[in-house]
Structure formats: structure tokens, C-alpha cells
């Protein structure tokens, strides 16, 4: 989950003052909706949805010795929503998890959610006189336990359009079109201003899996090697296999779902390099994306390439916008000659 924080500051007699606090206190009962706080930026004449949540907490600093003082705002995404109420006992029959994910996420069609789930590789469809999958708690922690059991991973983020977000329940995808390479060493074309690298070897291993054997009960193990199709290589020289992991949980599993959790593991273990940075957007040109592909030049022949933008903190000030960013990829060297600039 996201979360955003808003800093102002003010004075005794300011608005903001009653507006947030009578807000975030009539919040106390089920039929209240809560505080929703959606941060639009706009660049070249279009505007963007940086971020859409609701209000958690409000802190006020009185002012002192002729000092304003301040009142801080701090919120979450909106799956924090998704956490209020207790579902538990809600049957779902013959439905697999990507149908459960839109049928949950149908309730929250008044925020703006619009439900993407993208079907396991492995699909797992519970045959009724067998068995008939029951939620357990939240909203948000069923979809979770979900993401969990069959290797999927879960979010909100804002779309293209304010007022609207959408809800990604499936496996990682580091494919597409890639942003506008970050470019450091360059002279006049340098548009970050820090970029580090690591790189750990040791990260890298191989999972097991068991499968129990229906007529005899016996655990049969399983290497799932990393095959995803929605995970290619980025680097030409792949993370080496340091160690085996040996995922026991599995065995309680059917294969479908033990198989998609192999998958989900093995992809995570291969990223063995890590970048961190930061950059000023204005120079940048442009707000840098999570969760999709990046370009990196100037940075040696290693670590040069294509990144996965694991996450971005941004920060805005008056007259100035700033993001740090964390990236990943599965190797070294870059596997394309060039990154579009």
C-alpha cells in the first residue's frame, strides 16, 4: 500500500484548521464515507493523478514566538477501505481467485476502482461437491491471501483519468513500453541527480515446490526454475543460482497454486540488482512511473539498460517537484543496444 502525507501551514484563525479536523472526526460510524484527498499534477498542459486516498490522521502544531504553525495530513491508498468491514464466512462457489478478486472490488465501484485481474498461469477453478472457498476477514486481507496462495501481487494506483483507479491483481509484468531513460554522467543531458547500484550475487535461487501424490500422500518435490513469460531478462548475464529454497508450505497447496507460488518466488530471487537515485522532475520532464519499465544510460556497460521501477516517493514543494525511485533487474549488461531517450 501508498500513502501521502500534506504539510501546511497556518494560523490559529486558518480554515483548514475546522475543515480537516470536523472531516476526519464525523468519520466514526459505517455510513460516513471517509475523507478523499486526490492529488492531481499537471504537466505540459495535462494533468496526472499522482495520488487518490483517504485521510488516516491529522496532526496540528500550534504556532509559537510569532511563528504560524502547521497541520500535517496523512492518508493512505484506497485499499485502506477495503479494510473496515469483516466479511468472513462469504462463500464463493466455482469461482477462482481472479473472479472472487472482481467480485469484491464490484462493491467499490463508488471510488472509482476499476478491477484488472489477470489469470494465473496455472488457473485453479474449486469444483463445488469439493470444496467451496470462503472469505476470511477484510476485503483487503482475502484479496491478499489470494495474491498470496497463487503468487499474484495486489494494488491500487491512480489511472489516467481523476477519479478513477485501478485494482491489479496478477502476477508482476515487467514488460512494455519503457519511460524516457534517466541518463547520469551525460554532461547536458544528465536529468538525475544520483544513481547508485548494487549488485548481489548471492540473491539468486532455485525453488522447490511439493506436490502431494493424491493416492499415497507423499510429497513429491518440484524445481520451479524462472520461466515467466510476463518476467524476461533484462540483463544479458542472469543472476546465478546461489542456493536452493525449499518452500514446505506448499505441500498443504494443490499443484496449480503450489506451482504459481514457485513461479512468483523464483522471479523475486532474480533480482540481484538494485539501483537507487533521485531526480527533479522538471529536468526529468516528465513524473516517473512505478511498476513499469525504465531506460538507465551512463551508467558503464554493466549497469546500463533496462530497469523495473520497483517504487517512487515523490515530493512537492512550491516552484519544484522531486521523485527517488528504487529499480531492479534480473542480471547484468543490457540486452538491447540502446533505451529510448
Known amino acids: 500500500a501508498s500513502g501521502f502525507q500534506l504539510q501546511f501551514k497556518v494560523t490559529s484563525k486558518s480554515e483548514l484548521n475546522t475543515i480537516f479536523l470536523v472531516a476526519v472526526g464525523q468519520n466514526t460510524s459505517v455510513g460516513t464515507p471517509p475523507l478523499r484527498v486526490v492529488l492531481i499534477v499537471t504537466l505540459g498542459g495535462r494533468p496526472q493523478p499522482l495520488f487518490d486516498g483517504i485521510v488516516t490522521n491529522v496532526e496540528v502544531q500550534a504556532g509559537q514566538n510569532g511563528q504560524s504553525g502547521s497541520i500535517t495530513v496523512t492518508g493512505e491508498d484506497l485499499t485502506r477501505v477495503m479494510d473496515m468491514l469483516d466479511f468472513s464466512g462469504l462463500p464463493y462457489p466455482a469461482m477462482p481467485v481472479e473472479a472472487r478478486f472482481a467480485l469484491i472490488c464490484a462493491k467499490y465501484a463508488a471510488f472509482g476502482i476499476i478491477p484488472m485481474p489477470v489469470p494465473s498461469f496455472f488457473p485453479d477453478v474449486p469444483i463445488p461437491v469439493e470444496r467451496i472457498p470462503a472469505q476470511q476477514g477484510s476485503d483487503l486481507a482475502y484479496i491478499r491471501q489470494m495474491a498470496q496462495e497463487v503468487g499474484h501481487v495486489f494494488y491500487i494506483e491512480p489511472g489516467e483519468v481523476p477519479m478513477t483507479n485501478i485494482a491489479y491483481f496478477g502476477p508482476e509484468i515487467k514488460v512494455g513500453i519503457p519511460q524516457p531513460a534517466l541518463n547520469i554522467d551525460m554532461d547536458a543531458h544528465t536529468n538525475v541527480e544520483s544513481l547508485n547500484f548494487s549488485f548481489d550475487p548471492s540473491k539468486g535461487v532455485l525453488p522447490v515446490v511439493f506436490i502431494q501424490n493424491a493416492l499415497t500422500r507423499a510429497p513429491i ?25 525449499v518452500m514446505k508450505d506448499t505441500a498443504k497447496m494443490n499443484p496449480m497454486q503450489a506451482i504459481s507460488k514457485g513461479l512468483a518466488e523464483a522471479g523475486r530471487s532474480q533480482d540481484a540488482v538494485t539501483a537507487t537515485g533521485s531526480l527533479d522532475v522538471l529536468r526529468y520532464g516528465r513524473m516517473l512511473r512505478a511498476r513499469k519499465l525504465v531506460g538507465v544510460r551512463g551508467a558503464g556497460v554493466a549497469y546500463d539498460g533496462l530497469y523495473y521501477v520497483q517504487s517512487v516517493t515523490s515530493t512537492l514543494k512550491r516552484g519544484e517537484i522531486r521523485q527517488s525511485f528504487n529499480l531492479t533487474r534480473n542480471g547484468l549488461v543490457s540486452i538491447t543496444p540502446m533505451v529510448p531517450a
Open 221 to 245: 518435490p518440484i524445481p520451479i526454475p524462472d520461466l515467466n513469460p510476463l518476467q524476461p531478462p533484462l540483463g544479458l548475464l542472469p543472476t546465478p543460482l546461489a542456493n536452493l529454497k
